[in-house]
Every structure is written in C-alpha cells, then in structure tokens.
C-alpha cells in the first residue's frame, strides 16, 4: 500500500472558542495548525487544509486550501471528503484525517491506523483512547468517496456511523498521563494546554 496523504481538518465553526479559527489559536508560541503540521508531515505522502471561507488566511502555511465540497457547515465527514477528492487527484489510495484542535495527537497516528487496518481492501481504521473513539483521527480509503458523498447526501452527518457502515477498525492508543487526543474547544481547554507545555 501506498503511504496515506494527510488532511487537517479547520472547517468547523469554533462556536465554543467564541468563532473565528482555532486553527490560529496560538500554544506555546505557535499556531494549532503548525503544532498539526509539525506531527502530522512526517507520517504522510502530502499534507492539505481543509477550511472555509476567505483563502487568504492560510495562505503563508503553503498548504493546499481544500473548501468543504458541501455547503452549510455539514460537519467533519465534508472535510474527510475534501481530502478523499484532492488525494485521488494526487494519486493516492487511502487519507489520514486530523482535527486542528489536538496538538498533542500521537507521531504514530498513521503507522498504527494501517496496523489496525491491516489486510482490509478498503483500508478504514479509526483512533481510540481511554475506551473511547476519536472519529475525525481516522485512515480513510480513496474507493470510498463515491459512498461518502452519497452518504452525505442522505443527510449522514456522523463520522463514526460511516465508519461502522463500512467495516472500520480501531486503533486503540496508550493515554497513562495526558490523553493524547485531548482537543481544544473552550478558552479553558486552551489554558489547560498551556499548562501541559509549561
Ligand atoms: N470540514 C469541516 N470540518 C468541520 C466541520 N465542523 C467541525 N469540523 C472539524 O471537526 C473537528 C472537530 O470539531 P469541533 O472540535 O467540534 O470543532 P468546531 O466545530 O470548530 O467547534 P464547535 O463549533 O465549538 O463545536 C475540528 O477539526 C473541526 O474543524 C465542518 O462543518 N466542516
Ligand atoms: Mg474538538
């Protein structure tokens, strides 16, 4: 199998953090979207964003920019499709998704998503820790876009339920400390943040 393209996904509506980017929120002296592109660059074949509106704003990552192919904000599962559209385009077989807002996530995220996939023809593993899934860390297979965007346009909006649709696997991580898909969604999981890195 080919090595997995990448996508961070930055499209949500970050209303908890009070709107704007979360991507841009800044941690440790630089933003979320480079604390993801730190971690998530080495594991894959090619890296894109996917975010809405005004392109410019992310223009200086040089990242390809990958708008949500639905409109009105559908949820993760658009952004999953973004970069099943632009890794077929690229000549890829299979996608890892990441969340912006989870700078911690593991630098063996993708190694250990195509363990657990292992041997599937349409290779689709999602992350776990603590007993829980983690549905927008997940190896999507490029065979499985056709599907998507009709799932999409039944009105399917859960990442998970999609997965279970099509046979996905887990990928279950270690978390003895800190949880390492500890996410962003309020100013105070931001303060929190700074507190692990200080
Ligand atoms: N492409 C895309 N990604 C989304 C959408 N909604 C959420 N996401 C992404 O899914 C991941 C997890 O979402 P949340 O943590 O809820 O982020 P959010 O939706 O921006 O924040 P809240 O509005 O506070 O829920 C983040 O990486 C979001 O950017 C969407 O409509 N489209
Ligand atoms: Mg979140």
Same mark, same amino acid.
């Given at each position: 199998?080919?090595?997995?393209f990448?996508v961070? &996904?930055? +499209?949500?509506?970050?209303?908890?953090?009070?709107? +704007?980017?979360? =991507?841009?929120l800044?941690l440790?002296?630089?933003?979320?979207?480079?604390h993801?592109?730190?971690?998530?660059?080495?594991?894959?074949?090619?890296?894109?964003?996917?975010? !809405? +509106?005004?392109?410019?704003?992310?223009?200086?990552?040089?990242?390809?920019?990958?708008?949500?192919?639905?409109?009105?904000?559908?949820?993760? &599962?658009?952004?999953?499709?973004a970069?099943?559209?632009?890794?077929?385009?690229?000549?890829?077989?299979?996608?890892?998704?990441?969340?912006?807002?989870?700078?911690?996530?593991?630098?063996?995220?993708?190694p250990?998503?195509?363990?657990?996939?292992?041997?599937?023809?349409?290779?689709?593993?999602?992350? =776990?820790s603590?007993?829980?899934?983690?549905?927008?860390?997940g190896?999507?297979?490029?065979?499985?876009?056709?599907?998507?965007? =009709?799932?999409?346009?039944?009105?399917?909006?859960?990442?998970?339920?999609?997965?279970?649709?099509?046979? +996905?696997?887990?990928?279950?991580?270690?978390?003895?400390g800190?949880?390492?898909?500890?996410?962003? !969604?309020?100013?105070?999981?931001?303060?929190?943040?700074?507190?692990?890195? =200080?």
């Amino acid at each position: 199998m080919k090595q997995p393209f990448g996508v961070i &996904l930055a +499209g949500g509506l970050a209303t908890r953090m009070g709107g +704007g980017d979360k =991507a841009s929120l800044m941690l440790g002296g630089q933003s979320l979207l480079s604390h993801a592109v730190e971690r998530l660059e080495p594991q894959v074949a090619g890296l894109a964003l996917n975010a !809405n +509106g005004d392109p410019a704003r992310f223009a200086a990552t040089g990242l390809p920019l990958l708008p949500d192919p639905l409109s009105g904000h559908p949820g993760p &599962l658009a952004g999953i499709l973004a970069g099943l559209d632009w890794a077929a385009a690229e000549g890829g077989d299979t996608v890892v998704s990441v969340a912006c807002d989870t700078p911690f996530f593991p630098c063996d995220l993708v190694p250990q998503l195509l363990l657990a996939a292992e041997g599937m023809e349409a290779p689709l593993a999602l992350a =776990a820790s603590q007993g829980r899934r983690h549905p927008v860390f997940g190896l999507w297979p490029v065979s499985l876009r056709g599907a998507l965007r =009709a799932a999409l346009d039944r009105g399917e909006r859960k990442v998970a339920a999609f997965a279970d649709a099509h046979g +996905g696997r887990e990928a279950a991580f270690p978390a003895p400390g800190l949880d390492p898909f500890f996410n962003i !969604n309020t100013p105070a999981d931001l303060a929190e943040a700074e507190a692990v890195l =200080a």
